[in-house]
C-alpha cells in the first residue's frame, strides 16, 4: 500500500501494519515534517519509505499504483487534483477517510474525466487506532460501472 498523505493516527497506524506484514510502504505527506517523523519513528517496523514530494511519491511505485488517500474529506479534492494527473491507467486510488458514498461516486466520476482508466473507490475504516495497527475492519465500496458490471454471487 501507498500513502499520500494522512498521516495522523489512523494513516500512519495502517502504514505500520502494512509494513509489519511485509509489504513495502511509501509515505507522502504535505507536510514534510510529519512523514520525515513517521518514518523516522517507525522505520525498524518494516519496509517504510519517504517521499518529500507528491510527483516524488507517485514515481516511486511500480504501476499499476494502489494508493491510500487518509486524509479528512474536506481535504480529499485538493490531493486528488494534485495526484490524479500524475497517475497512470490501472492505478487505484482508495479513499480511506470514510467520505460520504455520494462524494464517493462524484469523486469517481471526477477522477475518470481527468485521467481515464483510473479507478477510484471508497472504504470505510473500523476500529480506530488500535484496529488500524492491529487488524482494522475495511469496507471498500463503489460504482459497478467502473468494475466492468458487478456479479450476483446470492447463489
Known amino acids: 500500500p501507498e500513502f499520500p498523505g494522512g498521516l495522523a493516527v489512523m494513516g500512519r497506524s495502517l502504514a505500520r501494519n502494512a509494513a509489519r506484514r511485509g509489504h513495502r510502504v511509501v509515505v507522502y505527506n504535505r507536510t514534510t515534517a510529519r512523514m520525515t517523523e513517521m518514518v523516522s519513528q517507525y522505520g525498524h517496523e518494516g519496509d517504510i519509505r519517504g517521499e518529500e514530494t507528491i510527483e516524488g511519491f507517485v514515481a516511486a ?35 480511506g477517510g470514510n467520505s460520504l458514498y455520494l462524494d464517493t461516486l462524484r469523486r469517481s466520476r471526477e477522477v475518470a474525466a481527468i485521467n481515464p ?39
Not at 511505485?61 to 485538493?78: F, H
Not at 488500535?130 to 459497478?144: E, F
Open 117 to 155: 482508466g483510473v479507478l477510484f473507490v471508497g472504504m470505510g475504516v473500523s476500529g480506530g487506532e488500535t484496529g488500524a495497527l492491529n487488524g482494522p475492519s475495511l469496507m471498500v465500496g463503489t460504482c459497478c460501472a467502473h468494475l466492468g458490471g458487478c456479479q450476483s454471487d446470492t447463489s
Open 61 to 95: 511505485l511500480p504501476a499499476p499504483r494502489t494508493i491510500l488517500c487518509m486524509v479528512q474529506a474536506a481535504a480529499l479534492d485538493a490531493v486528488l487534483r494534485q495526484l490524479t494527473p500524475l497517475l497512470s491507467p490501472g492505478d487505484v486510488v482508495v479513499d
